[in-house]
């Protein structure tokens, strides 16, 4: 038997989470059973623990979109008992049971081997959300961003994505400038390394005109919507957006005048389903490169207990930086 934080649907169509102790027989099918020491709380996760189950497609159900651990027994030649991994996507928390559990069985292709020097509290207060701030760092630099080129903006930069992408972009030498509606956040994305804070209403506004003065030499886009629309019209000549998110809606209300007349790039970065190699490069990439003082300024522990009240606050945006769940506790 484990521990898990279960989500079971009504007839009422109402669900509701509650902690259990579950037969090891109940988990998925996989050929790795990893115990689970540590997972974290994202967006997605908030949607699943929701009253309406978000994108939970089966019940009884198990939420956490990523997580770290120890594997506990494997039938896959790449992973062996004692072996320390991490799993980000593949529809984990969502299609299959995820995290927010003491065992969770899985495809050993969809683990990586945790890096050296990094511990599985590390990795998770990277998680998904760093884990996609990385991929999105990597691909505006491979679309040519360097450092000293102009002021790269990040918005959502409060929440977990633009927290860990702050962070790594002050770290690798780049003028940070962080978008965030909440006035109390400055003082943390400065300690993070933000050089300056942009007021969420400052693009909050419907786009005026197509094309603004060029100002963002990248942008790492946590929000989407109409910020995303404002924020293509002021990007420098040749300038790339790497978009992640869409917390402010799926809707783009731009026209094609930046991508024609400044050639802008506008990067799509899914984390879901991204390659073993890429995934390995990524974590790789974590490791060396994002400083691990700053990343524990941004880790809000919490437990199993706290993760229905955590699900919706994080929904509302009123979490800040990583919460780390240690599912032990």
Same mark, same amino acid.
């Not at 939420?63 to 062996?80: H, L, M, Q, Y």
């Given at each position: 038997m484990?521990?898990?934080?279960?989500?079971?649907?009504?007839?009422? *169509?109402?669900?509701? /989470?509650? &902690?259990?102790?579950?037969?090891?027989?109940?988990?998925?099918?996989?050929?790795?059973?990893?115990?689970?020491?540590?997972?974290?709380?994202?967006?997605?996760?908030?949607?699943?623990?929701?009253?309406?189950?978000?994108?939970?497609?089966?019940?009884?159900?198990?939420?956490?979109?990523?997580?770290? +651990?120890?594997?506990?027994?494997?039938?896959?030649?790449?992973?062996?008992? =004692?072996d320390k991994v991490v799993l980000t996507g593949w529809r984990v928390g969502e299609v299959q049971w995820g995290g927010y559990a003491e065992k969770a069985r899985v495809k050993g292709e969809w683990l990586?081997? $945790?890096?050296? =020097?990094?511990?599985?509290?590390?990795?998770?207060?990277? *998680?998904?959300? =760093?884990f996609t701030a990385m991929l999105a760092v990597s691909a505006l630099? /491979?679309?040519?961003?360097?450092? *000293?080129?102009?002021?790269?903006?990040?918005?959502?930069? /409060?929440?977990?994505?633009?927290?860990? /992408?702050?962070? &790594?972009?002050?770290h690798l030498g780049y003028e940070v400038a962080a978008v965030t509606g909440r006035p109390d956040t400055a003082e943390y994305l400065r300690g993070l390394g933000a050089n300056?804070?942009?007021?969420?209403?400052?693009?909050?506004?419907?786009?005026?005109?197509? $094309?603004?003065?060029?100002?963002?030499? =990248?942008?790492?886009?946590?929000?989407? +919507?109409?910020?995303?629309?404002?924020?293509?019209?002021?990007?420098?000549? *040749?300038?790339?957006?790497?978009?992640? +998110?869409l917390a402010g809606g799926a809707n783009l209300p731009a026209t094609v005048i930046p991508f024609l007349l400044r050639g802008v790039n506008l990067l799509g970065i899914d984390s879901v389903m991204q390659p073993t190699e890429s995934r390995q490069r990524a974590w790789q990439r974590i490791a060396r490169d994002l400083p691990m003082a700053k990343l524990e300024e941004m880790i809000v522990p919490a437990t199993l207990g706290d993760l229905p009240d955590l699900g919706a606050n994080i929904l509302k945006g009123q979490v800040r930086g990583r919460v780390v769940v240690d599912v032990r506790t």
């Open positions: 484990f521990r898990a934080l279960v989500v079971e649907k009504a007839e009422s *169509g109402e669900t509701q /989470a509650s &902690i259990q102790d579950v037969d090891e027989a109940r988990l998925p099918d996989g050929d790795v059973t990893v115990a689970v020491e540590y997972s974290t709380v994202n967006y997605k996760d908030g949607l699943c623990l929701g009253p309406g189950g978000g994108l939970v497609r089966t019940y009884p159900h198990v939420p956490g979109i990523d997580f770290a +651990g120890t594997v506990e027994a494997s039938d896959n030649p790449d992973f062996k008992p =004692g990586v081997p $945790l890096p050296d =020097g990094l511990t599985t509290r590390q990795a998770m207060a990277v *998680g998904t959300a =760093g630099e /491979a679309h040519g961003m360097v450092p *000293g080129v102009g002021p790269v903006l990040v918005t959502g930069a /409060a929440g977990g994505v633009g927290s860990v /992408a702050t962070a &790594i972009l002050a300056r804070i942009v007021a969420r209403a400052d693009l909050a506004e419907t786009v005026r005109r197509p $094309l603004e003065s060029e100002t963002w030499a =990248g942008c790492v886009d946590a929000v989407g +919507g109409p910020m995303l629309a404002r924020v293509l019209g002021q990007m420098q000549y *040749g300038a790339s957006v790497a978009s992640v +998110g």
